[in-house]
Structure formats: structure tokens, C-alpha cells
């Protein structure tokens, strides 16, 4: 059984930065691909970024590419997403996933095997 635990969801002003982390617990952390998608008020649930097993291969959104970073660390069994110049259009609640392997649309709720409880972030203008 996988558990995903976020953390460092806050509530910022706008132009400020953020990290928010997952430390994972389960089977074979370093093989799996790892993400995060958020969800806004209101709104559907959408990818945000995207991190392969072994680290040197990522994937974002448009709507957070060159602001925010993902990073993992296989020995702490734990990845990262470093959220920079952040926007009130980032309020959201954001998840950490785990995605099922062989997984190639890593855009797509489906391709998810576990999901985290989320953090909330909240920015103000």
C-alpha cells in the first residue's frame, strides 16, 4: 500500500515563492514516475508537473512552466515542487501523485495509481 503526505501549503501574497513536499511510503519509490496536480476552487483537477523515476526527465503545464520546479530525492523516498513568482491563479489544493506504471499520458487523472490528501495554497494579490 502507497501513502503519499504533503505538506508546506500556506497562504502567500503574490510574487512570493513556495515548496511543498511529499514524502511517500511504499513499494519501489525510485521506479515509479511522481507528479503533482492541483485543483481550484470551482474547478476540474488539473496536472501541474510531472517527475520520472529516475529524476532526469520532467513535465509541466504551460500555466506554471519556467515558475515552477519539480525535484526528488529516491533516497528520502520524497519529491518536491519549488513554486516561484506565485499567482492568485495558483489557489488551488495541490496533490501529490504517484503514477501507475507504464503510464504515458502523465496530463491525465487516469494514469494516477495513488493520490495524496493535498495541500492547500492560497495567494493574495
Known amino acids: 500500500q502507497v501513502q503519499l503526505d504533503e505538506s508546506g501549503g500556506a497562504s502567500v501574497r503574490a510574487g512570493t515563492s513556495l515548496r511543498l513536499t511529499c514524502e511517500a511510503s511504499?513499494?519501489?519509490?525510485?521506479?515509479?514516475?511522481m507528479g503533482w496536480f492541483r485543483q481550484a476552487p470551482g474547478k476540474e483537477r488539473e496536472f501541474a508537473a510531472a517527475?520520472?523515476?529516475?529524476?532526469?526527465?520532467?513535465y509541466y503545464a504551460d500555466s506554471v512552466k519556467g515558475r515552477f520546479i519539480i525535484s526528488r530525492d529516491n533516497a528520502k523516498n520524497t519529491v518536491y515542487l519549488q513554486m516561484n513568482s506565485l499567482q492568485p491563479e495558483d489557489t488551488a489544493n495541490y496533490y501529490c501523485?504517484?503514477?501507475?506504471?507504464?503510464?504515458?499520458?502523465?496530463?491525465?487523472?487516469?494514469?494516477?495509481?495513488?493520490w495524496g490528501q493535498g495541500t492547500q495554497v492560497t495567494v493574495s494579490s
Open positions: 517527475i520520472n523515476g529516475a529524476g532526469g526527465t520532467t
Open positions: 511504499g513499494r519501489s519509490f525510485g521506479f515509479y514516475r
Open positions: 501523485v504517484w503514477y501507475r506504471t507504464g503510464s504515458d499520458n502523465y496530463y491525465i487523472a487516469d494514469s494516477v495509481d495513488y
